[in-house]
């Protein structure tokens, strides 16, 4: 099976960091971005970043950087209609999207979204987190998404659609869980708040020891 195209998510606007690229944020002297790149790039056939505004600012990724083609802050949802814009012209058949400012995520992120897929015979799998009294917490802006859907997710954007779920259920979106780590650490942990880069520094500094 041909692995899916990876899609990095850097199109928020960041607005509880004051503005700004939240993935270009140092952590322990590599970027955030350089971590997510760096976990997502052995999960997939190729990495696309998909963000908005000038792409030279990300010109030292090597990366194709792809904005989004539906006018005005779409959400998450216009990154991946982008995403699997750039998949279609190049070949692969689905994509695998992962969040800019969440630095810990899985490394087998993509290998248990098609397993999730797989079993639910569903086109699209969200990764999801335990939650309280036995809820799950699904995180939507990591998941596999089919190129095939790509005109009907254009067609719902173009209709005012913007939560991810709002899109997903009506097309069958299995669930991948994911559990916390042996240390009760959060998979999907992201940088929001000057506080939670504080965090991810230190979470960065005791995986290294």
Known sequence: MKAPCGVILAG??????GG?????????????????IARLKPQVGAVVLNANGDPARFSGYALPVVPDSIEGYAGPLAGV???LDWAAAHGFDEIVTAAADTPFFPVDLAQHLRMAAAREHTPIALAATPGPGGRTHRHPTFGLWPVALRQDLRAALDAGVRKVVQWTDPHGAAMALFEPGADASEPFFNVNTPEELEIARRRLAGMHG
């Open 20 to 36: 700004g690229d939240k993935a270009l944020l140092d952590l322990n002297g590599s970027s955030i971005l350089s971590l997510v």
């Open 12 to 17: 928020g606007l960041s607005s509880r960091m």
């Open 81 to 83: 209609l982008a995403g």
